[in-house]
């Protein structure tokens, strides 16, 4: 069965490599329009080019969990490296495989770094944002601070800065 889904599978993973870059390319353009500017447009347009690059992913993920099922083996790592073994044992030739494999692993985890550190700066200028907001508004803001028994206070002061 392996020499039928081989070529299938090569496919596959030449096609997540690719897809998977381009994905490392939004999420650095990404990071460099979050660096830059706030153009929420611009930002709006990455984001949806990520999710339909995402959605191609889940569905190579399918596909390859598909190919491994054909032999028995469930979707994990110790399975490619066996799916691989048995391709090698069938004759065929896995060797830009195996490479293309490594890398796509190696753009998956730079794009989980990469989406983690974006994410975080988007926490921030939202945070950042909603407080400048309501500083403007005059909206309560509570201090936290700590009583002479050590159990925290919170000590509510509001006024308005900016009146328009």
Same mark, same amino acid.
Not at 19 to 29: D, F, G, K, Y
Not at 76 to 92: I, M
Not at 134 to 146: C, Q, S
């Given at each position: 069965?392996?020499?039928?889904?081989?070529?299938?599978?090569? !496919?596959?993973? @030449?096609?997540?490599?690719? @897809?998977?870059?381009?994905?490392?390319? #939004?999420?650095?353009?990404?990071?460099?329009?979050?660096?830059?500017?706030?153009?929420?447009?611009?930002?709006?347009?990455?984001?949806?080019?990520?999710?339909?690059? $995402?959605?191609?992913?889940?569905?190579?993920?399918?596909?390859?969990?598909?190919? @491994? /099922?054909?032999? !028995? @083996?469930?979707?994990?790592?110790? &399975? $490619?490296?066996?799916?691989?073994?048995?391709?090698?044992?069938? *004759?065929?030739?896995? /060797?830009? &495989?195996?490479?293309?494999?490594?890398?796509?692993?190696? $753009?998956? /985890?730079?794009?989980?770094?990469?989406?983690? !550190?974006? *994410?975080? *700066?988007?926490?921030?200028? &939202?945070?950042?944002?909603?407080?400048?907001?309501?500083?403007?508004? *005059?909206?309560? #803001?509570?201090?936290?601070?700590?009583?002479?028994?050590?159990?925290?206070? &919170?000590?509510?002061?509001?006024?308005?800065?900016?009146? $328009?």
């Amino acid at each position: 069965m392996i020499k039928k889904t081989y070529p299938i599978t090569e !496919q596959l993973i @030449l096609n997540a490599l690719k @897809l998977a870059q381009q994905l490392h390319q #939004e999420l650095s353009r990404e990071a460099d329009a979050l660096k830059k500017t706030q153009q929420v447009e611009l930002i709006n347009n990455i984001a949806a080019n990520k999710k339909q690059l $995402v959605v191609q992913l889940e569905q190579f993920n399918t596909q390859i969990t598909q190919v @491994l /099922a054909t032999e !028995q @083996l469930p979707n994990d790592q110790e &399975s $490619v490296r066996e799916y691989f073994k048995r391709a090698e044992t069938a *004759g065929l030739l896995t /060797a830009e &495989s195996i490479g293309n494999w490594a890398q796509l692993m190696i $753009v998956c /985890a730079e794009c989980r770094n990469l989406n983690e !550190q974006n *994410g975080a *700066g988007i926490d921030l200028l &939202s945070r950042h944002t909603k407080r400048s907001l309501d500083i403007l508004k *005059g909206k309560p #803001e509570f201090a936290n601070t700590y009583g002479s028994d050590g159990s925290t206070q &919170s000590d509510r002061y509001t006024h308005t800065l900016i009146s $328009v």
